[in-house]
């Protein structure tokens, strides 16, 4: 099994929209769960001054990317 990719990011943040809408788009038919790092005290400590950041496993991606080099992580991680 695949371990589940998360995008973690916060409300109000325009770059977290920007990936989310990437991911989206380039991601339709594998499933996210956006986690808001002010709701998960670990994630905070470890992004609040890099989201948004795509993690699969230990796996990580992280802003700024494009649609390109999104599609070329998870080709990778899978």
Not at 67 to 77: E, F
């Amino acid at each position: 099994m695949q371990p589940e990719l998360i995008l973690y990011s916060t409300w109000g943040c325009h770059l977290c929209d920007e990936a989310e809408q990437l991911l989206a788009l380039v991601a339709t038919a594998q499933t996210y769960k956006v986690v808001d790092i002010v709701d998960d005290e670990q994630a905070f400590a470890r992004y609040r001054i890099s989201i948004p950041v795509l993690r699969c496993g230990e796996n990580e991606l992280c802003w700024p990317f494009d649609a390109a080099q999104l599609t070329t992580w998870l080709k990778d991680i899978r």
